[in-house]
């Protein structure tokens, strides 16, 4: 007999990863680890392997489009997640399908490089990601390097901002919150502070991990749309989901020659314990 239990359904929009570390895989992984039922449309095909990205194919956005707007008609969102966008004419068609649906929270990982530092996002596109993707955003994720890249393409300046103030300037351009994560700050912990209208809401300090991990971002942005997804306030959700991402990567394994991949679904192994 079939339940009518219908749990969180939460959409995300990123490129598919074959190492199952980072990408769509990581969101679905996730947000199947934190109760959701997970929605995916593709704006990318990648080749990589857990070293590095080697080649990006990006999807037509007609079709990103058509598999948005099928999904949209058929089941209830209850939150979007934005990873990897793949083009210029993604970024369009991504920010168009959203603005039909400014009630449901929206997470935005941008995603400018790989871990290993290649580069996934020219000039245009970041410029693009600030003009109409971050003014639909309830919370974007960037990392230290991230926020001040994106906020000096806004400004149009090659001047480095403080990271508070690079926080303060995607905030004007309409974020509602803004978590900058520490993990590229020379800091013996990692500090993530959640930025809002107000300025600084909180600021969460985590023992710095050994290693370096693939997949981290896509973790902790599908976590707290899920926690969004199942309720919970800004603040809290990014609390939260930090937990499990801190989690997720302190119980990583090293599957091939390149970086650690969080382990989403640590807490079987703890449940069985």
């Not at 079709?63 to 369009?92: C, H, Y």
């Not at 400004?155 to 520490?182: F, I, N």
Request: hydrophobic share 45%.
């Amino acid at each position: 007999m079939a339940s009518s239990f219908l749990p969180p359904i939460v959409l995300s929009f990123a490129a598919s990863d074959p190492t199952g570390g980072a990408g769509v895989q990581a969101d679905l992984l996730t947000l199947a680890a934190l109760g959701c039922h997970p929605l995916s449309v593709i704006t990318a095909l990648t080749v990589q392997d857990t070293a590095g990205v080697e080649a990006i194919q990006p999807v037509d956005s007609d079709w990103v489009t058509d598999q948005a707007r099928t999904l949209l008609e058929d089941m209830p969102v209850a939150a979007f997640k934005i990873g990897f966008v793949g083009s210029l004419d993604n970024i369009g068609a991504i920010a168009s399908i959203l603005a039909d649906y400014p009630d449901i929270p929206l997470v935005l990982d941008p995603v400018l490089a790989s871990g290993r530092g290649d580069e996934m996002a020219g000039e245009d596109m970041i410029v693009a990601l600030c003009d109409l993707l971050v003014p639909l955003s309830t919370v974007i994720t960037p990392n230290s390097q991230e926020a001040r890249r994106l906020a000096a393409a806004a400004d149009d300046s090659d001047e480095p901002l403080a990271l508070a103030d690079s926080a303060a300037k995607l905030l004007q351009l309409g974020a509602q919150y803004v978590l900058v994560t520490g993990t590229h700050e020379n800091t013996p912990q990692v500090v993530n502070t959640l930025f809002g209208a107000g300025g600084e809401v909180r600021a969460d300090v985590w023992e710095r991990l050994p290693g370096s991990y693939h997949g981290s971002g896509c973790t902790l942005a599908s976590a707290i749309a899920a926690s969004l997804a199942n309720g919970l306030d800004v603040p809290e959700a990014v609390r939260e989901a930090q937990e499990f991402t801190w989690h997720s990567l302190a119980n990583g394994f090293r599957p091939g020659m390149g970086q650690h991949i969080p382990d989403r679904f640590f807490w079987v192994g703890e449940d069985e314990d």
